[in-house]
Every structure is written in C-alpha cells, then in structure tokens.
C-alpha cells in the first residue's frame, strides 16, 4: 500500500460519503464524472511518489541557502514543481477560460494532500500560488487577471502572501508598510515584512507578491489596508519580464522542518522604487487577503491532516514488518517474537493516529464540499453555506494541526528509536508539523476567531446551522442500532457545547469581555472534538452502505470510529464544565508571579 | 533571572519542602550543611551557564561525525566537560573513599538538572559515566573499582551502557551477544549493540562499555543474561592503556535531537579477541543492569523535566519582552501594544508550562530523596523505601517526559513563528525532549511496568505504601483552608485509582492478562496524574508556611498548583472510567483492519 494515503479510504471520503460526482450535475463542473476525478488522483500520486517523495529528505538536510547573491534550492524541487505545472495541477480548480481544468475544489484539494502527504514543503511553493491566483481570480481586474494570474496558473509565475511584519506577527492592525501614490496611477511601497513563504528563490521566472500596506492617512488598525500586487520582475507592454523591481530579500528564517520552503525576510522600496499595482478598493485590503487566509487556513488543515495520515501509514508498514517481544499471556522465550502490530499499545498508537488523521483529513474535504456548494447552489442555499464554511474553518485549521501533529508523536513512538533518527520519515513529518499551529493565525488566534467572532455572528446563526446539520446527522444514525452509543455521546457533547456557549455569552452581554475569550482555547478544544465526532458520526453512517466486499476496511473505520468516541470525545465533559465554570485561573495570575 | 532554573524554586524544593538540609543529620552526609549545598549548586550554575550552555546550539548544528578513521565532536563538549570533572561533579555523590564528595544524591541530581538544562547532549556523557561508576560500586569487585570505576570518577574513563541490539530494542530477553569463557579468567565477547551512547569518542581516555551477554548454554531469555566489562583499551598491570580492544564503531545514528551526545552502533569481537570481564555472578546481569537502569530512569526524568523547565523560563523571558497586540477588551489601534505575557491565552501556556516542569521536578527530587532515606535510614524503613522508590519509578521516568515535552510544544508556540525558528533554542528543546518517552524503555514499557510488576508486587504493598503517604498529605492539608479543593479532588482521584486497580486486578486473577495490560498506557496516565497532584498538594503545604517576603514568588506556585487540579487532574475520570469499562477497542482491532 502506498503510504502517502489510503486511496480506499479517499476514495469513500470523495464518493461514499460526499458524493463528489454528484457535483458534476452541476453546469459549472459538467465536463467531469467519476472516471476524470479518479484519473486525476492517479496521476496526482504517481508524480507525488515519483517526483515529490524522493527528494523530501534531501531537501530537509540542504534546505535553501543564500550565498549573498543568489538563492539556491536542490534542483529536485524544481524538476517536480515544473512536473506538476506541466501536468496542469496548478490550475487545477480554474475556470477553463483561463486555461484551468475547473475540477471541484474538493478533487484539488484531495490531489493537493497527496502532495502534502509526500513533501509538504515542496508542495508549499504551488498551494501559496494558487492562493494567490485565485485572489486574484476574485478581486483583479481583468488586466490584472491576464498579466498576472495566468502565469500563475500555467506555474511561470509563483505567488507569495505578505501579511507580517517583524513588530506585528498576529497583530494586522499594527501593519507599518506604507505605499504612497505615483503620478502613473501606480504606488511606491516602502516596508518590511516577515515569514514571507516563497519569497526568494529561481523556481520560478517571476514572484508576484500579494503586500499589504498603508495609503497616507488611511485609518489607523486593520480599517486602514490596503493589498498591492508587487512582482519581483516588472512586467514590460508585451508581458516579458522587465527590470527587477525594488524587493531584497534581507534573510532567510531557518526553521525546525518545512525547511525546503524558503522563509523569508523582505525589504521592500530599500531604494525608494518598489513598484506595486492596488488591487480592488483602498483600505479593503485585508478583506481581500482574508479571502485568501480562509482558504490558507483550510490548507493548512489539510497539510496537517495527510501529514498525520502519511506519518499513520509509515508506522503502520514498520509495525507490520517489526517483529518484538511476545503477548503478555506467553512470555516463553524460545518462541518466535510477533510484529508489533499485535500488542495492545502499539495498536493503540496506531488506532489514535487513524482517527486523527482520517477524522483530520475527512473534515477539511467536507469543508472543500461547501465551498464547491457556494459556487453551484442556488441562491437561497447560500447563506447556510457560507456561514457553515466561517464556523468551520478556525476548526479545520487548529484541530488536525494539534492532534495530527499528535498523531506524527505517536508515529515516532511506534518506531522508537529507529523513529528518533533521520534515516526514518516520521521525525520529518513531526518537525514538519509542528508549524501548522502557528502560521496562517496560530491557533489561538484561530480560539478568539471561533469564539470571539464565528459563534457570535448574525446572532449566532452559524451555530444555528451547525446545530441542525449534526441533528440532521443524529436523525440519520439513530435508525442504526450498531450506532447507539456514538448517538447517544454526540447528543450530550453537542449539549454541552450548547450550554457552554449561553454561559460565555452571558459573560460577553455582561461586557466581561476578558473572561469571556479568557479560555478560548480550551473552547476550541470543545467545539473541535465535537465537530470531530460528527464528521465520525457522519463516516460511520455511510459506512453502512458498503458491502461485504469492504468489510476490512469498515471495521477498521468502525474501530476508528469507536475509539474517538470512548478515548477522545468524553475529555470534551472536562472541558466544558471548566469553561462552565468561568475559570479565572489563567486570566487571573499576576505576571510578575510566574 | 537565569534561564535554566529559578533558584529560588529549587531552593524551595530542597529546602523548605524536602528539608534536604535535614540528611546532614546522618554521618553519611555530616560534612555537609545548607552552605556547602548552596555552593556546589552555585558552582553547578556558574559552569552551566558558562561552559554548557554557550555550545549547545553549536554542537546540534554540528552533531558529532565519523570520518572513517576518527569520530570528531566540536572541542567545546570536551572543554566544558574536562571543567565539569575537574571542579569534581562526577564524583559528587560518590563515597569519600573513593575521591568523592560524598554528597546525597538529591543535591546531585539538582546540579546535574542543571547541567541538562543548559545541554542535555553535553550533560549526557557524564550522566552515563556516573551511572557505569555508580553500578560498579554496587556489584563490581575491589579490583574492578579501583581499576575502572575509580577513573570514571576523576573524569579520565567514561561509560556507557550497552543493551539494545538490533533485533531486540525493547525485548531483552531476545539478546544474542555472546561471551565465551577463556583460560585466563576473561571473557571474549561477540555480537552487535545498537543506540549505544557514547559508545566512540576521544572526549576521555577511555570508554568502559558494560554490556549484556549471554554465556554458553545460559538460559533462554532475561534469566540468561551476564554482565560485562568491555573497555575500549585494554589496560596494562600498572593501569596505563595498552592496546586497543576489539569493539568497532560500526554506525553513527543520526537523531532529531540530542544530536550532541553521539550515538552509535558497536561491533563487539568481530577479529574474535573482544576482551571482556564478567561483573558479578552469571546470569545475574540484567539485575545489576537494572540497579543502573533505574536511575538512569529517573534521570530521564529529570532531564525531561529540566528540558521543561528551561523551555518555560526561555518562553517567558520572551513574553515578557515582546509587545503584541491588546487586550480583547480595549482594541484601539492608536494605543501600544501591550506584552505578551498580558495575553490570557499566553499566561495559560506559561501557567501549563510551569505546572508541569516545576511539578515534574519536584517528582524526581523526590524520588532521589528517596535513595538517599534508602542509604541513611534504619533496617525498619528501608522496605517501605524500597517499594516506593520501585513504584514512583516509571512515573518519574514517564510523566515528565510527556508533559515537559508538552511544556516545550508550548513553549515554541509562545514565541510564535519566531520560536519555530532554529535561531531560538525552544525548537531545540522539543526536538531534544523527543527522546525521553522513547529511551530507557519507552513509555508502553514503564507502562507495563508501573501496572503489570509494580502494583501487583508483594500483594500491592507499594501501592499501599504510596496511598499511605497520600493520605498522610492529605491530613496535613485539611487543616489548610485555602487547600480545601485540592483536598477533595485528590482524594477522589486517588480513590479512582484505587478502584481502578481493583477492577484490573481482577481480570488478572481471571488469566485474562491481556486484556488486564491491554490499555496500561492510560492507567499510566491516571496514575501519573494523580501522582503529580499528590506532588503539587505536598508543595502547597509546604508554601504555606513561607513568610511574606515570599508573597509573589507563593502566589505563582499556588496558581500553577490551582491550574494543575483544575485543567489537568480531572482528566482522571476519563481515565478512570475508560480503564474500569475494559475497553477492547484497541485491543480487538484486527490487524488487518488498520
């Protein structure tokens, strides 16, 4: 079996369960059917474990170094990466008009994982591309769309996002860049920027950075932002490329893993002559990026998910293969040792790590779903949609970065010390990782986004939405016998996810606004852990629908199943009676006592 | 304040709650006072701050190599190490007899927790020379430690401790290392070792391996196993090296962390003349093993717990310092931002952070404490020693490594993108904490240990002996009104034990030892928890009876004691009614299924 991922369990996830092919009804999707859908994924995991996977380790030992003048990346990363445009992945989800293959965002993001799962960090350079060209694709104008879009999406050029600055990591509305009006109608750009992905480097003929900055006398905190195209290469008339425009890069960050995705630090207008093109409204400009960010954050969810899902496989193939000690009731030592498949604790390991990661990785896809049913629904179906889509991303963007990055813990542990060294994957895959928590808004950010903003919007309509998909899902599975218990604990987790959010809004209408996200977190963990259970619950029941044919693959599922709803979901009890409980703890411990 | 630990806590861990100061009282330690403690611990922080430290980063950049002819580790590991034996740290808790400084072993394990927490990778080499030289006093003959243990303890010989090999990691009893008697009276030796550490240098003269081996016709299994003497250099009569023995340096692992302390695999006997010297009786050696694996446990503890304790003070140094954002409740962009550190979500990482090192610490203080009551106290209390030392063991080993390895994950998320950088030391204290579940027998392993050997030992005297002492802290704090809800919910997690033992214990009376020890990880979990709330309860009593030049210093420990029973013990009934269900879930999977 392959060990970037289960194509079996893809391949329920896309169609036994979502229905995928059930979007090619629609007109906007009606070149496609099954067979396309499938014959993409193939051909997604044969580049991925021909191209992406064999360097994956190199590119780890000699990550990206700048000699002064020049950046320089193992030339394996560009071969898979011109591999991938030439297939056409880049435009994958593009309309054909642009020359895209206009898949479901679903099929992209299912062919985007199986990159992640093989080198993530390779991987990195397209997904912050196509980000950027879909911006693009939403908010340029048409000139921009053609000048700088299509490049984008036939892999000449690749796209940044420049949000942080070093004085304002989290904190947007302390943005300082600056771009002043030139008399051409362009802007001159003056400013710094930090963890700037991509931001250097020859894989490409040209870098179109995505910048915000400040108009003069644009209001002060995120009001006041606007989003500036900034390409390393000026353009000329006939769209061949100019003179270098006026970014340096002023260092590269040397991470703990995703180390083959350059990370950068950004001069921009050094010489006072950065050039940068407005794109939409003044002062809209986060706005914009947001739509980029939302999409960002779900990405970032899937690259932990096939992270935990690769890490899973690749502990799973060694336990099969490792034989070691002997079943607690015969200890006889004459007698051959047994895989470590066999012990209770390693399939412990194991069995945590599938339903992370297979929990993991079905959530984002359903939220790739939503995002194919804004496109095509019709009208009245839209707000349900969007609103489920903003509840859901803070979600699929913390909870598989902090139990998928578990799950990589617990793939080490199944190797022991052959997991501890760099001969093995899995202590990539960890150190890989463990970035998913911080970047795109760290996870506590993600908390006060859930809490702070998603919860309480249009008097907590999402919620509302939520609520009656799980019901929905409740209705289903309560015709299922083999289903009870899972029905029975996802009642009172939703129940207290309930209860607990008329408690924290009382605090909020009270104007406790400090207690009230006080313990956004550990609310995130609530939320998180249920929605979870749901996306099982929703898993298990479709499960029901496979023949005797599958059933080694829907015990195993079943199994999956079952251990988050005794192991994971009860610590969910925990946590809302703490947050019941208004807990001051935290909130309350004097700095100067720690 | 220092980085690598509050001296003001340890202080309080010493002396105001173990009374450290109370064993001068005994003639083992009568030389000693307060002072002389204070100074050595002094002395330990001057050079880890000035020789360890200053080259951890540099020695994880560049980890030791072999060049085909000679392994090459950068000079400052030998430099700092030379200035730890010189100023006597490796004879701190050795007999004055021997050139020791006869000090108790809790003030040893202090100074080296410092030593770790400064650099683990350096600090290793020492900590597996004491633990070789501390074996040898205990069941090596006068000969043998005059000749090899005494130049272990003036720093010229280093040791190391040779068990795994590659077929059998974790499973001892599949060794195959063989020693053969010859005419002379020694041993010649043959077979592989893996993930020895230490195992080939030119920090030291010499390198004393001890490794296990079977002899002719020994039993099958760990009842067959002997214990060896094998130096790198022969020595001649008057003790000066003589030739160099056959053990060949046949690889170099290459890890995630700890990079500084190399580890290899060793070729022993492979031209047939590997000279080795039996330790002891045949067939008694994993016994003797175990006196060293034993410590060597609870200083993977402490290491894992110094680990911890560094990341917290590093991560809190930045909070301090660094201003981001505001407060929820006041987001005018025209104000500063405020530090950190004022951030709800940031004080409850540092909060976790500190409960669980500074917890962890004072668990394996504890634990050294007792050996040294072991070492001192009359015939009538050794035993109840001996048990608890027993049963603590694998906790102390087990916990701090998974939650100070939790404590570095919150450590690197304080310092944000930053903190995932190499340039900050946080990223390398995970990565370095990594090993501890792993190493010494992984954490399923003590797993087992904890509630397959010790619990059940002697008809659950140690378990008895444990619930003693709880109980007897648990009086003490119920005349403290302040402590009355930690009071209750100790008690209640101890009768979740309790009861939860019961259960267990009866599946193992009924054969069914499978399903008995199939879900022991979690019974580690519970009772680790409840331990280290026993731990925290013990601190609060003794805070109570500090005066008020110690409010703020107070004020923090009670907060952490407070997160701790309030955020963490009531996971315990989770636990515990998942271990008393005797959930199959993970037991029953079948293998084919993952």
Known sequence: MSTLVNRRDLAF???????????????????????????????????????????????????????????????????????????????????????GMQLPYTISQACNG?????????????????????????????????????????????????????????????????????????????????????????????????????????????????????????????GSLGQRN??????????MGYRGTINTVLNFGEEERCVGYLVGEPHHGLRYMFHMMNEARIAVGLGASMLG????????????????????????????????????????????????AEGALALCLYCAKLFDQQRTAPQEEQAELGLLLDLLTPIAKAWPSEYCLEANKLAIQVLGGYGYTREYHVERFYRDNRLNPIHEGTNGIQALDLLGRKVTMKQGAALQALQARVEATLAQASNIPALEEFVTSLKEALGDVVQTTMVLMQTAMKGEIDLYLANASVYLNLFG????????????????????????????????????????????KTWAKLLQSLDETCLKMPTESF
């Open 529 to 572: 852990h249920t929605v979870l259970a749901w996306i099982w619950l929703e898993q298990a029941v479709a499960l029901q629908r496979l023949d005797d044919t599958d059933a080694t693959y829907k015990e195993g599922k079943m199994r999956a199943c079952q251990y988050f709803y005794r192991w994971e979901l009860p610590h969910t």
């Open 114 to 238: 199986i990159f992640y799962a093989a080198n993530v960090s390779t991987a990195g350079y397209p997904m912050l591309t196509m980000g950027a060209a879909n911006l693009l694709a939403h908010h340029g104008t048409e000139q921009q769309k053609s000048t700088y879009m299509l490049p984008m999406i036939e892999g000449r050029f690749y796209g940044t996002m420049c949000l942080s600055e070093p004085q304002a990591g989290s904190s947007l509305s302390d943005l300082r860049t600056k771009a002043t009006p030139h008399e051409d109608g362009t802007y001159r750009v003056v400013g710094n920027k930090m963890w700037i992905s991509g931001g250097e480097h020859d894989l490409s003929e040209n870098i179109i950075h995505l910048v915000l900055a400040r108009l003069p006398g644009a209001p002060a905190g995120v009001k006041g932002i606007s989003l500036f195209i900034v390409p390393k290469y000026l353009l000329n008339k006939d």
């Open 309 to 356: 899902y690769t890490g899973f496989l690749h502990s799973l193939a060694y336990a099969r293969q490792r034989p070691q000690g002997r079943h607690p009731g015969a200890k006889d030592p004459t007698q051959p040792p047994v895989p470590i498949i066999e012990h209770a604790d390693v399939k412990r390991m194991l069995l945590a790590q599938k339903a992370y």
């Open 13 to 99: 996830l896309l169609y036994d369960w979502l229905h995928i092919e059930s979007l090619c009804e629609q007109p906007l999707f009606k070149e496609h059917d099954r067979e396309t859908f499938d014959m993409i994924l193939d051909m997604a995991e044969r580049l991925a474990e021909e191209k992406f996977f064999p360097h994956a380790q190199k590119v780890d030992e000699k990550e990206p170094h700048f000699d002064g003048e020049k950046v320089h990346i193992i030339p394996e990363v560009k071969e898979a990466l011109d591999a991938h445009a030439e297939a056409g992945f880049l435009g994958m989800s593009f309309d054909a008009e642009w020359g």
């Open 246 to 255: 006026d970014v340096q890069l002023a260092g590269i960050n040397h991470k």
